[in-house]
């Protein structure tokens, strides 16, 4: 069998012209898009897939015929009732940023910028990401990076903004790098100043009675709070209605000569024995 001997710059050619005609397919992207209807996720997915068609060397027809590899959820239904119209690679990313990603106007993608503000919790290099995507998809001309970071310095977490001056920061690398600084020392400072978590068994001895300023129990358990409750209620009984009775019985007038009960002096039969008795005595 005869030996062909190639030099590098023919070895080259020959793996280039190989890879030329090799057909590829979506079959081992990894990339995948279920149907969110946000803006972000829709221009990654579609920066990945046209890498990967490009790498691979995909074709038109083959990327349209293996599109359902990549969709999945509702969007894989929104494919199947549009495909039969989509005729061009370009024309399916057109429709699927219409379809999940209708571009904003640039009044409203202003609005985004400088009206959402970091939120607790935020990192601020996923804060500053998002901002810089919303900048992406302004009309030209583009913002300087100066003027980016102008309207985005205002709304970042103002624990980020006592610690950093905006005069300080010249470029988007220089504001991640202070931020991440910031963020780490106020992680470590939280967590050598926090408190560690009780047991579960000793969490009842913090509770704090609302009524006596006692720890140990709550309101509901409280026995002094109890013990008023009982007097109050002893205290509010109401009379019985037999004892009133008897009380609004007797007799409100008395002889007062004798005290005999229901007569006045002067119809009192007893005064008046007593004083027939000393007349004639």
Known sequence: MATVNLSTEQFEKLLTTLASKRDGSFNTCRANFNGCRDSGRVEAFISAIEVFKKTENISDDDALMAIPLVLSDEAA???EGVKEDVKKWEDFITRLRHAFAPKKPAYMIYQDIV????????LTETFVANKR???AQLPPPAH???????MIFGQLSLDIRKKLQRSSIQTFKELLVAARGIEQLAEETGQTTRAPALPAANRRNQNRCLYCRV???TAEECRKKMKAESRQTAVAMPVPTGAGTATSALPKITCYGCGAPGVVRSKCTTCSKRE??????
């Open 77 to 79: 239904v929104w494919w």
């Open 276 to 281: 027939s008795r000393a007349l004639h005595f």
């Open 144 to 150: 300087s990076e100066s003027q980016q970071i102008d």
């Open 133 to 135: 995507f919303l900048f």
């Open 215 to 217: 720890h140990g129990h």
């Open 115 to 122: 009206g959402n503000k970091q939120e607790p919790g935020t």
